[in-house]
């Protein structure tokens, strides 16, 4: 059915003051790498540059992924240049510096990215950028950086915001969001914000506005990562200030915290469409103890919900199953469509009713619009194997449009040629079957017809 307006091109953003590139910068979401997830403060120019190399020797860089990403702990942690105040790469761990460190990675084909925060110093404690915004800034540009994610840790008392605002997190035991974001008072103790506060006047707002007009007062495109935890209602007013906002608090390597993820994002997709993607956080695909079936839906998902791609792990120890999983043709051609901006977003629960909160059994089936057909996934968050049934009459792209299509499987490849009426699989706990439904077949009445005509 798609095909009947495949070539009618609608662009569509949600907000008229979305932050737009030139070049095409921070459109579509990121694809890169991080270090975060896989080193944390152990980060080194020498691993830097050899996830630089893994992204091309693997065929990362050929299947899209351009972005390598130099996380916290990368400056002297003491201070800054006591004569210039800029920031300063730490001489024994980058000992080259990040200029020459991104003139190598230019050289790959890449781009490189960096870390601050919009306090007085990072999470991890090493410098940070407010009062500095248009110093480092400048710093950046000058250093050739392409890609800034800007944490919010250690904000002084002035710039705190004087209401609260409610995201979900593991340690929480209440059942869902609130409306407005308000929270329960036995779990903060700001305020929670009035129904018409309007959160792109905050603190918050305001410390992230500064760096993102100092990014652009620079020479330099440099697409800006927001990276708040979810915090001050972000997704209000993310779209005017960066190219992507974190939902929540941080991933870790765990089912558990990825599928509360899953959850929470499901509900706050509306804000997503070009030039503005929810961030849900570095993938964890490679990391832990996530069997291959919880590390496909992980990431099944995270490309479904045009979420920012960085990989976090060591890619020159990645299981070659697991490097397929990140290459995958299908998801990571729907996250970077170039026409169909939107994430793919669910049409039915499962286990439970529609539209119900539930940390660990979110909705099980999703679909999406994309050039090359209709995404449709079917989630089993459940520990057993289950019986899953995707019908094509309740998938609400392929609604009307016929009883049979031809469809792909995304994980084998395999062409299933025209199928009738939908699909059916037994999947494996914690995977994600999913396909890629085309072109409309033609009915065998429609056959009939044309024979008969002969």
């Known amino acids: 059915m798609f095909l009947r307006f495949g070539l009618i091109v609608t662009l569509i953003i949600h907000s008229t003051h979305a932050l737009v590139h030139r070049d095409g910068v921070g459109k579509l979401p990121a694809l890169g790498w991080n270090s975060w997830n896989a080193f944390r403060c ?48 730490d001489p024994i761990t980058f000992p080259s510096g990040i200029k020459s460190l991104a003139e190598q990675i230019h050289a790959l084909g890449l781009k490189i990215g960096i870390y601050s925060d919009d306090g007085t110093k990072t999470c991890a404690g090493y410098p940070a950028s407010l009062g500095y915004e248009s110093l480092d800034a400048a710093t950046f540009a000058a250093w050739d950086i392409d890609y800034l994610k800007y944490d919010d840790c250690n904000v002084p008392a002035e710039w705190v915001d004087q209401y609260e605002h409610c995201v979900p997190e593991p340690r929480d035991s209440y059942p869902g969001p609130f409306p407005n974001g308000t929270c ?34 620079q020479n330099r495109t440099i697409l800006f990562s927001l990276c708040n935890g979810g915090q001050a209602e972000v997704r209000s ?14 991933i870790t390597a765990n089912w558990a915290r990825i599928v509360e993820i899953l959850n929470l994002n499901s509900f706050q997709l509306d804000t997503v469409d070009f030039w503005g993607h929810n961030d849900a956080d570095m ?3 490679g990391n832990g103890n996530l069997t291959l079936e919880e590390n496909r839906s992980h990431f099944a998902f995270w490309a479904a919900m045009k979420s920012p791609l960085i990989i976090g792990t060591a890619l020159d120890e990645l299981e070659e199953g697991l490097v ?11 996250n970077q469509d170039e026409v169909f901006g939107g994430p793919a977003r669910p049409y039915k629960w499962g286990a439970n009713l529609g539209w119900t909160w539930n940390r660990t059994s979110p909705a099980e089936y999703w679909s999406g619009m994309s050039v ?9 968050p459940l520990g057993s194997e289950e019986k899953k049934e995707i019908l094509w009459s309740e998938v609400p792209e392929l609604k009307g449009g016929g009883d049979s299509f031809e ?3 995304i994980w084998t490849g395999e062409d299933l040629g025209c199928v009738s009426w939908g699909v059916e699989r ?9 396909f890629m439904v085309g072109k409309e077949c033609r009915s065998s009445s429609t056959f009939a017809d044309e024979r008969q005509d002969l």
């Open 42 to 89: 152990d980060v080194t120019e020498d691993k830097i540059m050899t996830a630089a190399h893994e992204l091309v020797n693997l065929g990362l860089k050929d299947a899209g992924y351009e972005y390598v990403n130099i996380d916290d702990c990368w400056s002297v942690e003491a201070g800054r240049d006591p004569i210039t105040n800029q920031l300063m790469p």
């Open 237 to 250: 007013w993310g779209n005017s200030t960066g190219h992507s906002w974190r939902i929540s608090g941080d």
């Open 407 to 409: 469809v792909t499987d």
């Open 372 to 380: 090359g057909g209709v995404l449709v996934l079917a989630f089993n």
């Open 283 to 285: 993938l964890e695909v």
């Open 184 to 217: 329960p008072s036995e779990y903060y103790s700001r305020p929670p914000a009035p129904a018409e506060y309007d959160w792109s006047t905050s603190n918050t707002t305001q410390r992230y506005n500064a760096m993102r007009d100092a990014l652009l007062a």
């Open 426 to 434: 037994v999947v494996p706990s914690h995977d994600t079957a999913g």
């Open 324 to 334: 397929g999983v990140l290459k995958n043709r299908w998801l990571l051609a729907f």
